[in-house]
C-alpha cells in the first residue's frame, strides 16, 4: 500500500492536537504511551513521538483510544487549526 501524505509532507492530520492535549494534560510522551497501553493499544514512546510529528500514520482504531485516554472526541482530535482552515478554504 502506497501512502500519500497529508500536507506539508505529513503523514496525519491530528499529530500536533495530539500533542497540544497530551501536554495540557501534562503528560509526557513516554506517559500517555503508558496510558494507552494500559486502555489495550500496544504503543511505545517512539510511535508517540512520530505521530505528533506527522511521521506516522493513525490508523482509525488507534483514534479511539487516543480520544478516550485524553478526554476528547475524535473530532476533536481531527481539528484543524486556524492556519490548515485558512490553507484548505484557499481564505
Do not use: H
Request: proline content about 2%; some cysteine; aromatic content about 6%.
Amino acid at each position: 500500500m502506497k501512502l500519500y501524505p497529508y500536507k506539508n509532507g505529513k503523514y496525519n492530520a491530528s499529530g500536533c492536537k495530539i500533542r497540544e492535549l497530551r501536554k495540557k494534560s501534562n503528560l509526557s510522551q513516554e506517559q500517555l504511551a503508558a496510558k494507552l497501553q494500559l486502555a489495550g493499544l500496544n504503543i511505545n514512546q517512539k510511535a508517540i513521538s512520530r505521530i505528533e510529528t506527522g511521521d506516522r500514520v493513525i490508523p482509525d482504531f488507534e483514534l479511539l483510544y487516543i480520544s478516550k485516554v485524553l478526554s476528547c472526541s475524535i473530532s476533536t482530535l481531527l481539528e484543524a487549526d486556524e492556519n490548515e482552515n485558512k490553507e484548505i478554504s484557499g481564505v
